[in-house]
């Protein structure tokens, strides 16, 4: 059987957004006229009661840890700004647009737990590194796997030949990806989310989550790589891995952090995790 080709799967991915597509759209459309205000981003959203109800969930987490309860999107949108809740709902139209993945070789619930812990994990660590935007890695984080949705949506026999060659020879899953493929699960999320108009940094990030040293992104990839670590050892979850990969002693230095924020990072991401889980994974 021919291995089948990065670009191919990715263009098997249907490049719309889902149920959310048509709120996005909106709420783009209204960005460009002089009189768009929260309000009307706020009615764009409502129209979408399913949306509507996960943003104020997460709004009202400790997630993002508001001393006030808010009860309006107005208000949500206010406090968190336009391009959080853009990447909010693109985050849930990712989580949707994967809802068809087989459950045969790896659980979609567990996936997306352990996807969502990545996500708050790398956020925390941005924001104790005080780098900018430290929302945008909650994204990398939740995205990091996800080539392997792709590989196990498009190409499922593929993905079968590599889930028994790993447990077979008892190797790291990335290991067994490259000697089916010839690539791996870094690569084919790159390729999606290059087709997606990602940041470039952010799909760095991603595309070398594995390897951060390699990246020309080294402190986002570096970001996503200790998450990735953490939340494994953690045991929150799992993308189909049993083995924790080795931690890249430079990853850790890139960030430049004491070993003495670890205790408060996992207390936090205990915290978190189960309003964040209800908020994208509860309907």
């Known amino acids: 059987m021919n291995s089948p080709s990065i670009k191919s799967m990715v263009a098997a991915v249907p490049r719309s957004l889902g149920s959310y597509g048509p709120v996005l759209q909106e709420i783009e459309a209204a960005l460009q006229s002089p009189q768009c205000n929260l309000n009307t981003i706020g009615d764009a959203i409502q129209k979408d009661p399913d949306l509507t109800a996960r943003l104020l969930r997460l709004a009202n987490s400790p997630f ?11 208000e949500a949108v206010s406090l968190l700004g336009i391009q959080q809740i853009q990447d909010m709902i693109v ?9 068809g993945v087989p459950d045969n070789l790896v ?5 997306w737990r352990h996807s969502l812990a990545v996500g708050i994990t790398a956020r925390l660590l941005a924001m104790e590194r005080r780098l900018p935007k430290p929302d945008k890695f909650f994204v990398a984080g939740l995205l990091h796997d996800v080539g392997r949705l792709v590989l196990m949506l498009q190409a499922p026999e593929s993905a079968k030949m590599v889930f028994e060659l790993y447990q077979r020879e008892r190797i790291l899953l990335r290991d067994a990806e490259k000697k089916i493929l010839g690539f791996d699960h870094q690569q084919i999320a790159a390729e999606l ?58 990853a850790w230095a890139t960030l430049g952090l004491s070993s003495e924020i670890l205790a408060r990072l996992i207390e936090a991401v205990d915290e978190q995790i189960l309003a964040v889980e209800e908020a994208f994974l509860k309907k």
């Open 64 to 74: 993002f840890g508001f001393a006030n309860r808010l009860s309006t999107v107005a």
């Open 91 to 99: 985050a849930s139209s990712v989580l949707e647009q994967f809802k």
């Open 107 to 111: 659980n979609k619930d567990s996936f």
């Open 193 to 250: 989310l290059q087709s997606w108009s990602y940041p470039a940094a952010l799909v760095q990030a991603v595309a070398f989550h594995h390897a951060p040293d390699s990246s020309v992104a080294k402190m986002e990839a570096s970001v996503v790589h200790i998450a990735d670590h953490l939340v494994n050892a953690m045991g929150i979850g799992s993308s189909g891995e049993q083995f924790i990969s080795p931690l890249d002693d430079k």
